[in-house]
């Protein structure tokens, strides 16, 4: 949440920054800023509320020259979207850049207000400015009042701080929050992650937790959290950069799920042998054969990702899994006995409460394993083995290929775990893994079904409220389908198992509540559905998502029914998560909201 930039450069970076800022955009858009140190070693800046294009007009009437400089997209925290409290926050000759949260802004504040200091915004961040300005007063260098600020402030952040006077000096602090630090020719730069880096440099070294560094043109000096120089290893990251363009969509969101064929074949490469018949997972995993439970722990999308999960885990490999939302779990304190595998799902992989349950879990699971899709993530990097799901740059803050990509990864961890449990055999587990191959194909053939569920969508729009309806490892897929569709289209939505309607549910059924229902013909069609029947008899009007073989035996009567490819139905959710986005998608371009950046929302959460 939040994205950072800092550039000392050749040229003027007004430009260079907003250009990074767009790239940081799916981290909030309420509000972007930038601050300069121009040639005249001054300290100005530029703020505008509302997405970065209203920064580039206002830098295009007023611009703002100098070679060095910080800028930052805003997802509000402490304080309204507006210009006061737009960063970079200044005061006197700092200015600073934040993503996270002060914890102790308030004792900070006070503390500083009873000194004499004014304050002008709602926020956390002017806090940090203006701490460090008094220790400017106190006749600190900038370096010295730098790090006294950092060693006073709790909680979760990245900062970047620029000063009056100083046109070559950066000085930026990771605690919670990530850092990159981006090396050039002659240049530096800082940004929240490296896809913001990406066309400056290839040259990335990233901070550890309880970093600080001090930055010039030449020089790029390393403390870590006790003060001591350290030796952070510079790595190359080469991001295709056209994979953060739009490739002819008209959002990323769109483009997104139609990579999802590609996108999967190539992480089935990764974890299946050359011919395909086998698993080729990382020697490290567990032998599940001596596992005695498993706990999946995520937010969200990828929250229902593990919901997914446990349906296979549990039916194919008779592993016990607890699946729990991060937030929740991170302080229940539930006991984590011996024998556990520890589980932490996440796209970004720097969701906070995602990160805090894996702590949470280091020391007292067996193993503790990620399955994330950034590989430089603090999750990744915090756990014992980190799984990638190489789903490749998730720019649309809805989630859909990293889902489908998640979902691969855990079917075919599970497919391990029931071959390691002795109950799969070699027959049995090369059968399945024929059906996995076939999976591409098959999600190219629900994509087929876009224009139908435009049409369908259309009139979805019309909605105030919709229900969505699965059971069994479809029941996640509905949970799924109802976030995607809130998220978008601001339409209500909620998802049920479809065995839990006439536990309540039931009495919102009208004409007016349309239902989506998820049944392929599997073992548990005929449950659903009656379900399905229970909501037709009250007059609600059913939009069906099944195969051939279930639209003939239920179709009639429906509202509207789509026609899936046949599947194996331990493969389902995969493939009926593209029609759940595909809903989504559609009906949030036929109320014409903004697809690829909701209201309110960001992709990367890094508050908690
Ligand atoms: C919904 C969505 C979110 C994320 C959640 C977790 O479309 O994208 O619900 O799934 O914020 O994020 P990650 O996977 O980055 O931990």
């Avoid at 007009?57 to 979207?81: M, N, Q, S």
């Avoid at 649309?396 to 990864?409: D, I, M, N, P």
């Avoid at 479809?498 to 013909?521: C, M, N, Q, T, W």
């Amino acid at each position: 949440m939040c994205g950072i930039v800092g550039v000392l450069g050749h040229h003027e970076v007004s430009p260079m920054i907003v250009e990074a800022l767009g790239r940081l955009e799916y981290r909030g858009y309420d509000s972007a800023g930038i601050a300069t140190v121009n040639a005249a070693r001054q300290l100005d800046r530029r703020r505008a509320v509302g997405k970065l294009v209203n920064l580039s007009d206002l830098l295009v009437h007023d611009p703002l020259p100098g070679k060095a400089g910080i800028g930052h997209t805003r997802w509000a925290t402490h304080g309204a979207p507006t210009v006061s409290n737009a960063h970079p926050h200044k005061s006197g000759p700092v200015a600073v850049v934040h993503n996270g949260i002060i914890e102790n802004f308030r004792e900070l504040r006070a503390d500083l207000a009873a000194k004499g200091k004014e304050f002008f915004t709602e926020t956390d961040t002017e806090t940090i400015a203006v701490l460090a300005e008094t220790f400017l007063d106190q006749g600190l260098s900038p370096r010295d009042a730098a790090e006294q600020t950092i060693a006073r402030l709790h909680g979760a952040f990245a900062l970047c701080f620029l000063f009056d006077g100083q046109d070559d000096l950066l000085i930026c602090a990771r605690k919670g929050s990530p850092l990159a630090i981006g090396h050039g020719e002659g240049e530096v730069f800082v940004g929240s992650d490296a896809i913001a880096l990406a066309p400056l440099t290839d040259r990335i070294t990233y901070l550890n937790e309880g970093d600080w560094a001090v930055l010039t043109r030449n020089s790029v000096e390393i403390m870590d959290s006790q003060g001591r120089r350290a030796n952070r290893e510079m790595r190359i990251v080469q991001i295709d950069t056209s994979r953060i363009e739009k490739g002819g969509h008209r959002h990323f969101m769109a483009k997104e799920i139609a990579e999802q064929p590609t996108v999967i074949a190539e992480a089935l490469q990764n974890y299946l042998s050359s011919d395909g018949k086998s698993l080729n997972m990382p020697a490290a995993l567990p032998d599940f054969a001596k596992v005695d439970r498993m706990v999946m722990v995520a937010c969200g999308t990828a929250f229902y990702a593990c919901l997914t999960a446990k349906y296979w885990f549990e039916q194919l490999a008779g592993l016990p899994v607890e699946v729990d939302v991060a937030s929740e779990y991170r302080y229940r304190e539930p006991p984590v006995t011996k024998g556990t595998v520890a589980v932490f799902v996440s796209q970004s992989g720097e969701t906070a409460d995602t990160l805090a349950a894996l702590r949470y879990c280091t020391g007292k699971a067996d193993t503790v394993l990620s399955v994330v899709n950034v590989a430089e993530s603090s999750i990744a990097r915090e756990s014992a083995l980190a799984l990638p799901i190489l789903a490749g740059v998730e720019i649309g803050v809805a989630s859909t290929k990293a889902f489908t990509c998640q979902l691969t990864v855990l079917a075919l961890m599970a497919l391990k775990a029931a071959s390691d449990r002795g109950r799969l055999s070699d027959g049995e587990l090369a059968t399945r893994l024929a059906a996995v191959r076939a999976l591409p194909g098959m999600l190219n053939q629900a994509l087929d079904r876009g224009t139908e569920i435009a049409d369908i969508s259309r009139r979805l729009a019309e909605a105030r409220d919709v229900l969505f309806l699965g059971r069994g490892p479809l029941y996640p897929i509905a949970l799924e389908g109802a976030l995607k569709l809130k998220e978008i289209s601001y339409i209500h939505a909620e998802g049920y198992a479809s065995g839990e309607l006439k536990h309540g549910p039931i009495a919102l059924i009208d004409r007016d509540v349309p239902v989506i229902v998820f049944a392929p013909r599997d073992a548990l069609f005929d449950k659903t559905v009656s379900n399905m029947q229970e909501v037709m008899a009250r007059q609600g009007k059913v939009l069906l998502v099944t195969d051939a073989l279930g639209a003939e035996q239920a179709g009639e009567g429906t509202w509207k029914t789509v026609t899936m490819p046949d599947i194996d139905p331990f493969l389902a959710p995969i493939l009926y998560a593209l029609p759940a986005q595909m809903i989504a998608y559609h009906t949030a371009v036929a109320k014409g909201t903004d697809v690829d950046q909701p209201r309110n929302l960001a992709k990367s959460v890094t508050v908690e």
